[in-house]
């Protein structure tokens, strides 16, 4: 077991387990492109009340895509947005069995997709550490393949935590 870090899978609120739940995973989104898939996750924070205003997210998403993809390779795509329209930190999970274009740095379709969304003013080291975090996971080729294979949210949390631990 690796050592434990601040902000990993112990649910501190610097982690990414402390803002996804199984009410912002969606498994399996059929035929969607990039925007689709970023207005879905910030739509499910504006259902589960981490977003109030999910226009507004998206349009931040949207903004940050413009200045660089965050489809990062391996099928991994780390949108991320600073907005009013957050009302606290999210982290919404998405998966596309089919791929998803997002011109991501190694030109592959991305399949599996994270949104993190932080209010305007709660940005930084926590937007960092968050993006860390999803990162050092999702390098690894065994944490992807079961994310890939997750049968259910719960299934995709308990992945991340083994990951994140």
Avoid: K
């Amino acid at each position: 077991m690796s050592e434990w870090t601040p902000g990993t899978a112990d649910g501190s609120p610097g982690s990414v387990l402390a803002h996804l739940s199984e009410s912002t995973v969606l498994l399996d989104v059929p035929g969607a492109d990039r925007d689709g898939v970023i207005r879905q996750l910030a739509e499910l924070g504006a259902h589960t009340g981490r977003a109030y205003d999910a226009d507004e997210t998206v349009a931040a998403a949207l903004a940050r895509e413009e200045e660089g993809s965050t489809g990062v390779g391996n099928g991994v795509a780390l949108p991320h947005a600073e907005s009013a329209g957050a009302e606290r930190p999210m982290v919404a999970f998405a998966r596309s069995t089919e791929g998803v274009e997002w011109n991501a740095l190694d030109g592959e379709p991305v399949h599996l997709v994270f949104l993190i969304s932080l209010p305007a003013e709660r940005t930084g080291d926590e937007h960092l550490e968050l993006l860390a975090q999803l990162s050092r996971a999702l390098a690894e080729e065994p944490c992807r393949r079961a994310l890939l294979g997750a049968g259910s949210a719960a299934e995709v949390l308990a992945v991340l935590a083994e990951a994140l631990g």
